[in-house]
């Protein structure tokens, strides 16, 4: 086998010596345009995942880096003048030349031939003259380019600038530090690399760096004011360069990694922001993978099939991580004001690599010291803290969220309604919601979903609360109030979600004359006369509600349903007075919400769901969320729930764990009203860890309490909790304990004999 390697980096070069390894009759070249001593940026962290990986595949490379690994356990946060230090992380880091040295000899004691200060050929000649063409040539890569139609790239610029510096001491440990200046804020990332050096990554956004006027300065007096602003964390020391510039992080995606014998790995395949880890680390994984599929599979299309099968839904996972660290760091302001104890532990979790879980395992002291600041009483997990909305007091911070169960007749909820919620309440849930709970016939879904325009159903709700009230003492039960809007009158959700009903349809209103698909019904646009019927539509079904005695009110003005109509650019194109810009298009919503906050009880409390984005070009963004959330804070909202999407059917949601989550954090942040965080939340370490951090007050959870309707209680048993925030009923209390199992361990031998 012939294979050609255009780009001298860790990963190219770690992959031809892998390759050459595993077989020393292939013929293998590598392209790099620069010297063997030219590399950019100075340190390199490598985890020990990634450490074993080399250790196993090459235990000549692995000896060699552990010579020169500089290790430490410790993460400082410095913010306001303070430091917290939180240990057990465990980091092992070199300086990037000496990692190339130690890849170049291993590469020519096996006979790789490297050409440097030599341009790669054309992907198209390689392609013609090799067996195999590994393009490890970088964020920038011109093989990517070249065959774009192909891996169809996908580049997003980010919103910090960040130049890549050293400093001539080791720190002791992984340093974050916050500058708080009269441009803005900036941050300092350093952290050692051998026993004399230390990497010093500089960031702030855009608007700070003009500000400051690093864009009209010369690179020397960047670096030189740079190391002015941090001069306590520098020791006084001076920052040095390496042909450094100022530049933006660029995330890039590919939906293929492969083209005939044409591959991508490392930076040219993904990138991943440097506040998570390495580049170098994701490309030599990258390396150790495609050298084992070229060994397992029988041909080389296999090989990078299986390449890309395996490498593809890791890296998706490490970039969303990525993803989140970095707007982390660009919505930085937003935390400043936390205690610096609490901002310690939102920083360490930002990603959501490192829980309250294996962050109290790393660092118990820390952890403890964090959650006594919060207001955790000796042996209660955040979760179980209780929270006041208005006057009513919920035991826990859990949720269950609304969902749809579209099992209704004619409305009226019956016996599955008050087994479902029911089950629910006896789970443990500080609050327990309904599914969107229709104001009028024609303002369902489907024909399966429940209502609250009559009094028969207000009846049959008073059932379900009279049993949580009952039943579940300490639980509270709330009810969400929609319209279907341009997206009712469809078949139930197992029947075809979304889709028209064959027969028995009835006609659809909504804010503009949009059908939701192609093959939805046209709504009418509603009149102002129309308008004023339905608000007081939804006064009665409050009014009725509160009759039901349910404990909260929650307003849907979220996932593209009537009032959510209202919200959206994308589905709102009046042009009287509710249509229009923002403020129009928030007139009807919020004129619904103070006609039900008026008959609504005034100690009860009452929220609003929203879709934070639309996940659609020209719809609701992030920004425009905050400035709807502010406008029902001050109409009196006591929370806002926080969701996303569902409002166009050509939207393009960027689904990961607890991926709505940085929508909720952002408006608690800038707005500071209380917020409710859903989307795939599903373990009570993501619950403790969210809610520990001041990312969200409460977290409400959809499929995990459909997967066990006792979700709450369990999460107690599991940690070991038995405190006020949960009660078990009187009759479940034998099973408060997980059940005994069979051993599966065997006696281990305590002899061995000879002969």
Known sequence: MRVAITGGGPGGLYAAALLKRLDPTREITVWERNAPDETFGFGVVLSDETLGGI??????????????????????????????????????????RRLLEILHERCRSLGVRIEFRTEAPHPDALSAEYDLVIAADGVRSTTRETYAEAFRPTLTEHRCRYIWLAADFPFDAFRFEIAETEYGVLQLHGYPYAADASTVIIEMREEVWKAAGFDEVTPQESIERCAKIFAEA??????????????????????????????????????????????????????????????????????????????????????????????????????????????????????????????????????AAVEREFGCPPGTPPMFTPFRLRGLTLRNRVVVSPMDMYSATDGLPGDFHLVHLGARALGGAGLVMTEMVCVSEEGRITPGCTGLYTGRQAEAWRRVTDFVHTQTPGTAIGVQLGHAGRKGSTKLMWDGIDEPLPHGNWPLVAASPLPYKPVSQTPRQLSRAQLTDIREQFTAAAWRAARADFDLLELHCAHGYLLSGFLSPLTNRRTDA????????????????????AVWPAERPMTVRISATD????????????????????????????????????????????????FADRIRHEVGVPVIAVGAISSWDDVNSLILAGRTDLCALARPHLYDPHW???????????????????????????????RTDAPKPRLTLDG
């Open 55 to 96: 250790e196993h595949a090459d235990p000549v490379v692995f000896e060699a880096l552990q010579r020169d690994f500089v290790r430490w356990d410790d993460i400082d946060i410095v913010h306001r003048g303070v430091t917290h230090r939180s240990g057990g992380h465990g980091f092992a880091a070199l300086g990037r």
């Open 234 to 367: 520098l020791r006084g020391r001076p920052l040095r360069s390496n042909n450094s510039a100022w530049t933006t992080f660029r995330t890039v995606v590919n939906d293929r990694w492969s083209h005939g014998n044409v591959v991508l790995l490392g930076d040219a395949a993904h990138t991943a922001h440097f506040s998570i880890g390495s580049g170098t680390k994701l490309a030599v994984e990258d390396a150790l993978a495609l050298a084992a599929c070229l060994q397992e599979q029988p041909d080389v299309p296999s090989a990078l099939a299986a390449y890309e099968e395996e490498r593809k839904p890791v890296v998706a996972s490490t970039q969303r991580a990525a993803r989140a660290s970095l707007e982390w760091f660009e919505n930085l302001p937003l935390y400043l004001h936390q205690p610096s104890r609490q901002f310690a532990f939102n920083l360490l979790t930002r990603s959501r690599r490192v829980t309250h879980d294996n962050l109290r395992l790393r660092d118990a002291r820390f952890t």
């Open 578 to 597: 509710y249509g229009g810009s923002p403020e129009r298009r928030l007139r009807f919503p919020l004129e619904v919400f103070d006609a039900v906050r």
């Open 615 to 662: 996940w659609a070009e020209g719809g609701t963004t992030a920004e425009d969320a905050v400035e709807i959330a502010r406008a029902f804070a001050a109409h009196g909202a006591d929370a806002i729930d926080v969701s996303t999407g569902q409002v166009v059917a050509e939207e393009q949601p960027e689904f990961g764990r607890s991926y709505q989550t940085p």
């Open 712 to 742: 709450t209680l369990h999460a107690a048993a599991e940690q070991g909790y038995d405190g006020p925030g949960v009660g078990w009923p009187a009759p479940y209390r034998a099973g408060s304990r997980r059940p005994q199992t069979g």
